[in-house]
């Protein structure tokens, strides 16, 4: 990669020109921006669809929180409480393992300055916070399309990945933090969506010299506005970046309804089966106006348009806010509609755009 300006990582700047194109945050593109999706189509239907960002639009029941959770200084006890369900919940093998901070973009952004700088290589295309993190941290970035054949201090692999899916087995990934703890150096596997297939993981294996793995609790419980990110580490790792967070990181009522919500496990399988039925019925609903599945996880779906900003204006004129690609033209990605109401809406904007079940046409 050329600089942190190269491939679909960096996303291009010329975003900030036209707010109709989409939220961006230092030249990167972001969905979840309903502010700019309203300020960019005035005229918009109320209320706003925001199928943008991925987010399970089901989320886990508020449990009871104490009232000290909102008076009192986090206790380490609840820090404790929470570090135990989540090594439970994500199989690690001790809370030990577990660094907890205000959302996996925090420790995206603090595991850069834990090194000196060296050259890092992100397994692209994918998520732009990796690079764009890395890089404004002084390392020398490239993007690779074969971890193998990476020569590098640090691998970032998202797995499964943003947008399109892409899914390592996790023997391959061992593997590679094998090797990259030979060379004193580190795999990071960030695991935003793997909540939905378990299988795929690497967390039971945290503690594996070389291996970071990286944890988002608001996608999958979709509470993205509690903030909780968990980082799983080596011992060593792990209490450094407890340290770097500092006291207190996390809310003592994020605390209190992570700590419930990863224990549930009644609740973790049937959402499970929810989100696997639904995303099934959104391939139907999206082949069914003629676009094209090619990718995804539970949470979302990437598909192909050969217009693909032409179709994003369309939706966000219907209320509708998907998210789109700088560097891939052909690309949208969408999230779960919650409803009937926001299925015939996507139905609708999009049938109105392209010939049903005539791929050619889209």
């Known amino acids: 990669m050329s600089g942190i300006g190269g491939g679909m990582m960096a996303e291009s700047t010329a975003a900030t020109k036209d707010l109709r194109e989409g939220s961006v945050r230092d030249g990167i593109l972001h969905g979840g921006d309903l502010d700019g999706a309203r300020a960019a189509f005035p005229d918009a239907p109320q209320p706003w669809v925001d199928l943008s960002t991925g987010i399970n639009p089901w989320p886990y029941p508020l449990p009871p929180i104490p009232p000290d959770a909102w008076t009192r200084l986090p206790a380490r006890g609840a820090e404790m409480a929470l570090r135990e369900a989540a090594a439970v919940c994500y199989g690690a093998p001790s809370p030990e393992l577990v660094a907890a901070a205000s959302g996996s973009q925090a420790l995206i952004q603090l595991l850069p300055r834990l090194r000196a700088p060296g050259r890092v290589a992100v397994l692209a295309p994918t998520y732009a916070e990796h690079a764009l993190c890395w890089a404004g941290a002084g390392h020398r970035l490239s993007e690779t399309t074969d971890p193998e054949t990476a020569d590098a201090d640090v691998l970032v692999v998202v797995n499964p990945n943003n947008p399109d899916g892409r899914l390592l087995e996790p023997a391959r ?33 945290a503690g594996t010299p070389g291996l970071v793995v990286l944890r988002s609790f608001g996608k999958f419980f979709g509470l993205a506005g509690l903030r909780l990110g968990v980082a799983l580490a080596e011992p060593a790792l792990a209490a450094a970046l407890r340290a770097a967070v500092g006291p207190w990181a996390v809310s003592g009522p ?9 224990s549930d496990r009644d609740w973790i399988a049937a959402t499970r089966i929810r989100l696997r039925s639904e995303a099934e019925a959104l391939d139907r609903l999206l082949t069914g106006v003629g676009l094209a599945v ?7 779906r990437l598909v192909t348009h050969p217009d693909a900003r032409s179709l994003h204006r369309i939706l966000g004129e219907a209320g509708i806010l998907v998210r789109r690609f700088e560097q891939r033209p052909d690309w949208l990605r969408l999230g779960l509609p919650a409803d009937g109401e926001a299925r015939r809406r996507l139905r609708d904007a999009c049938a109105g755009a392209c010939r049903p079940r005539q791929p050619s046409a889209c």
């Open 173 to 205: 990934l061992l593997a590679l933090a094998e090797r990259q703890a030979g060379r004193g150096g580190w795999l990071v596997v960030d695991e935003a969506f793997a909540d939905c297939d378990p299988a795929g993981s690497v967390a039971p294996f």
């Open 254 to 262: 994020g605390l209190a309804v992570a700590a419930a919500a990863l």
């Open 294 to 300: 090619v990718g995804g996880t539970d949470l979302f």
